[in-house]
């Protein structure tokens, strides 16, 4: 048994936690008393209260450990990521920092670390995916539609948060990058509407977001690239209308000698109406269509709350996804030193057959369709 650092306590993060706990001895760290509180104790599972902005008590949190998994918010990322590849110590990072990882590069390299990032469900899974695909053929087109909702569609948003409310209304508001006949075109988040058909849920939206992060750096080589994110119809509109009158400026408001951004006020208000209760149903639906010249691979998965363990599936699939790959990087099944995100870890042979059948046994299941032209 290894011995496995978990740095965030939230809903994925317990999920890793408490997958990793049945193999490894796993210890969970975070900031808050009432988030480490949810995390069962058992003898292979412990926790730790731990500031995350302290680098200095974050490098000294991993003596002993073999991996680190970093499951901070967002805009904690890249700096926890930063204080774990100067620690030294191996990390699988689902952070999903706005920053570029890749810039992290030559520091991992610098301290024989491997890194690997962006491991969740997408990015992550969706990059495996394409990497699996790139080693063997000519790849001249890349789709990933995903989106985490509800099962109950409620007004007025008929959303729900599966992760941090923060870090999603930054996918509205960041623009989105694509690749286009081999050039990067940048759009506006939620552009270019489109109705998307899935087996037992209906009609989805899609709209463009900014998630091909590293795809944008390691595969300029395929042609055309993009990542849209998936909602009910009628969500969209209701998240423009914000944007169009003001609620998501970050400008700040003098209201009575008080300042305040509307993008803070409505991410406050939101974040109550939008947080997912844990006895919720809500469902992840995830489309990779991958193209060549000669054949066409699609990949479809639609995953559910396990209202047995109370894991949500967003969590369930992010989260296991990370935890496979936790395991090969344990294994040494991949050890490459520096910043490696699911693409390049995905081209190794026998990587994304290991993590799908690691999925399969969590009832996580990949279908697959391909064609020729």
């Not at 998965?301 to 949500?312: E, F, G, P």
């Amino acid at each position: 048994m290894k011995k496995v650092l978990v740095l965030g306590g939230g809903m994925i993060g317990r999920a890793i936690s408490l997958d990793l706990a049945n193999r490894h001895h796993v210890t969970v760290a975070d900031i808050s008393k009432n988030t480490l509180a949810t995390i069962p104790s058992s003898g292979s599972i412990k926790t730790l209260l731990l500031d995350c902005k302290d680098g200095k008590a974050v490098k000294g949190s991993v003596d002993g450990f073999d991996l680190a998994i970093c499951a901070v918010p967002g805009f904690l990322g890249f700096k926890v990521l930063e204080m774990l590849i100067e620690a030294k110590i191996d990390v699988v990072d689902i952070s999903f920092s706005p920053e570029n990882t890749l810039d992290l590069d030559s520091l991992a390299v610098e301290n024989n670390v491997t890194a690997v990032v962006d491991m969740g469900v997408a990015p992550g899974l969706g990059n495996l995916i394409l990497g699996y695909h790139d080693a063997s053929m000519e790849v001249n087109f890349f789709e990933c539609l995903v989106g985490g909702l509800p099962t109950l569609r409620s007004f007025p948003f008929e959303y729900k948060a599966p992760f941090s409310p923060v870090d999603v209304m930054e996918i509205y508001l960041r623009p989105a990058r694509l690749f286009e006949n081999g050039c990067v075109v940048t759009k506006p988040a939620l552009s270019d509407p489109e109705q998307v058909e899935f087996k037992e849920i209906g009609t989805l939206e899609s709209f463009n977001t900014d998630g091909l992060r590293s795809l944008l750096f390691t595969m300029k080589h395929i042609s055309n690239m993009r990542e849209k994110t998936l909602r009910y119809p009628g969500h969209r509109d209701r998240i423009m209308s914000l944007l169009a009158a003001g609620f998501l400026s970050e400008k700040p408001l003098d209201i009575n000698g008080s300042h305040i951004s509307p993008l803070e006020f409505t991410s406050k208000i939101l974040f109550d109406s939008w947080s997912l209760d844990p006895k919720e149903d809500e469902f992840t639906a995830m489309k990779i269509t991958v193209k060549g010249e000669t054949e066409s691979h699609i990949w479809e998965l639609l995953d559910r709350t396990d209202h047995t363990t109370q894991t949500s599936s967003m969590a369930r699939t992010t989260g296991y996804t990370c935890c496979a790959v936790a395991e090969l990087v344990l294994a040494k099944k991949w050890q490459r030193a520096g910043v490696s995100p699911g693409e390049l870890v995905g081209r190794q042979e026998g990587v994304f057959d290991f993590v799908r059948h690691f999925l399969e046994e969590r009832k996580i299941n990949l279908t697959h369709h391909t064609s020729t032209a």
